[in-house]
C-alpha cells in the first residue's frame, strides 16, 4: 500500500503485552512508530507491561502500564514464564478499564498477546483493530524449547531420555505457536506484516494485509560516547543472545575467521548474560554497553556487523540500526529480507562456512566496505520513519471508513 495522507489526526490505543521501553527489537520498532506517528499530530496511548527493562520513552505516546503486584515480575526477557499470563491479564485488565473513556479511533495490537487483548478490547467497543505481525512464535517457541535442558539428577539412560522428552517438547511447542501465528492474525480488521515470510506463515489472505518493512532511523550525535578502537579489526553482533539468533553459526564460523585474520575481534553488544560458549571463545569480548546510544556509539565504530539469524520471522532491528549508521552487514539470506549489496548488506548462505567467509571477505576488502557503507547510507535515506507512519496511518484511515 503506497503512502497516503491521513484524512484526520487518530487517537491511537496501541497494545504491548511486554514490559517498555526496552533494548530489543519489537520494542525499537513500536517507539519509532509512535514518535513517527506523534509528529504526523496523531494521539498514541501505548499500554505496556508495569516495568521496562532500560531505555528512553518516546515523549510522543502516552504510556498507560499495567499494574506491578507482588511476587509477579514485570520486568521480563523474551524467554517463556509462568509471569507472562498474569502479566497479561493485568495488561487487558487496565486496557478494558482505560480505552473506554479514551474512546479511540482504532487500536493496534503488537505481537500474539497484544493482539489478542486488542480483538477482545476492539470487540467490546466495537472499535477498529489492526494487529501488527513482528515474527513467528512457532519458531521462536521451538528455540526456546529446543534449548532448554532438564534436570541433571540421576536416571537411567538419562541422555536419551532427555533427548526424548526435548525432541516432544520442542515439536508441541512449535504446534501451539503455528495455531496462535494463524489464529490470532484473524481476529483482526486488518493485520500489517513487517516481511512476505509472515505473510505466508500465517497464510494470510492478501485482501486486508499490508507488508511493511521497518524504517531506519538516521544515526544521533554520538561523538561524546564510548567506540571501539581503531587498531582492531571489530566485527560486532549486536542484541540478544536468545536462541532463535542462531548463534550456533557464529561459534562454529568464528575461529576460522581467527585463523585467517588474528587481528580481528568479535564484540557481543548485549545487555544479556551469555551464552558462555560464545562469550569465552578466543577474540570474542562481550560488551554490556550502559545505555542505547552507548550500543549505536560501539556498533557504528565497527568495520562489519554480523546476523547469523536464520529464521524467517521478523526484521532484526540492530541490523536496521547498523544501516543508519551506514555499517556494512554480513547476514545470513533469511535475516537479510531481501535486501543486497545496494542496501549496505553482504547475504550469505545459512551455513558456518558461508557466514566466515563473507566476514572475512568484507574484513580483506577496504573497497567493499567503503562502497556497502555508502549503500546503507543511502538507503536510510529512502526508508525513513515518517514514510511507514503514513502508511500505518493509511491503513488507519482504511479500517475506520469500513466500519464506519
Not at 515439536?171 to 489464529?183: C, E, I, N, P, T
Amino acid at each position: 500500500m503506497a503512502a497516503r495522507n491521513s484524512q484526520a489526526p487518530h487517537r491511537v490505543a496501541m497494545v504491548l503485552a511486554s514490559p517498555f521501553p526496552a533494548p530489543r527489537g519489537t520494542q525499537a520498532w513500536v517507539s519509532e512508530l509512535c514518535r513517527a506517528l506523534g509528529k504526523l499530530r496523531h494521539e498514541v496511548h501505548l499500554f505496556c507491561y508495569g516495568e521496562g527493562l532500560g531505555g528512553s520513552l518516546p515523549p510522543e505516546a502516552v504510556i498507560h502500564r499495567a499494574p506491578v503486584v507482588p511476587f509477579v515480575r514485570a520486568d521480563l526477557d523474551s524467554r517463556p514464564r509462568l509471569a507472562r499470563p498474569f502479566n497479561d491479564a493485568l495488561l487487558l485488565s487496565t486496557l478494558m478499564r482505560t480505552v473506554r473513556a479514551l474512546e479511540p479511533t482504532v487500536i493496534h495490537g503488537h505481537n500474539h498477546e497484544g493482539g489478542i487483548a486488542a480483538a477482545i478490547a476492539g470487540r467490546v467497543l466495537q472499535v477498529p483493530v489492526v494487529h501488527q505481525i513482528h515474527g513467528s512464535l512457532a519458531e521462536e517457541l521451538a528455540a526456546w524449547t529446543g534449548a532448554a535442558r532438564f534436570s541433571n539428577r540421576p536416571m537411567r539412560r538419562a541422555s536419551r531420555t532427555r533427548a526424548i522428552l526435548n525432541r516432544g517438547l520442542t515439536k508441541g511447542a512449535g504446534g501451539f505457536g503455528s495455531v496462535l501465528d494463524h489464529l490470532v492474525p484473524r481476529l483482526a480488521d486488518w493485520v500489517l506484516t513487517l516481511d512476505q515470510d509472515a505473510l505466508e506463515t500465517a497464510s494470510l489472505e492478501k485482501g486486508r494485509v499490508t507488508v511493511l518493512p521497518p524504517g531506519v532511523s538516521r544515526p544521533p550525535y554520538l561523538s561524546s560516547f564510548p567506540k571501539l578502537p581503531e587498531d582492531v579489526d571489530w566485527v560486532v553482533y549486536p542484541g540478544n543472545l536468545d536462541p532463535y539468533q542462531s548463534l550456533h553459526l557464529l561459534v562454529a564460523a568464528w575461529p576460522r575467521v581467527l585463523r585467517e585474520l588474528p587481528r580481528a575481534r568479535l564484540a557481543l553488544v548485549t545487555h544479556d548474560d551469555g551464552p558462555k560458549e560464545l562469550a569465552t571463545m578466543p577474540g570474542v569480548c562481550l560488551i554490556r554497553a550502559k545505555s542505547h546510544m552507548e550500543a549505536l556509539s560501539l556498533l557504528g565504530s565497527a568495520r562489519a556487523v554480523v546476523i547469523p539469524r536464520t529464521g524467517g520471522g521478523g526484521y532484526p532491528i540492530k541490523m536496521l540500526n547498523a544501516l543508519g549508521l551506514g555499517v556494512p552487514v554480513v547476514a545470513c539470506e533469511p535475516a537479510a529480507k531481501g535486501l543486497g549489496k545496494e542496501s549496505g548488506v553482504l547475504a550469505v548462505a545459512s551455513s558456518a562456512d558461508a557466514l566466515s567467509s563473507g566476514i572475512l571477505r568484507l574484513l580483506r576488502d577496504r573497497e567493499l566496505q567503503r562502497s556497502l557503507s555508502t549503500a546503507a547510507r543511502a538507503f536510510c535515506e529512502a526508508n525513513p520513519w515518517r514514510a511507514v507512519a503514513e502508511v500505518v496511518a493509511g491503513v488507519y484511515d482504511l479500517v475506520c471508513h469500513r466500519l464506519a
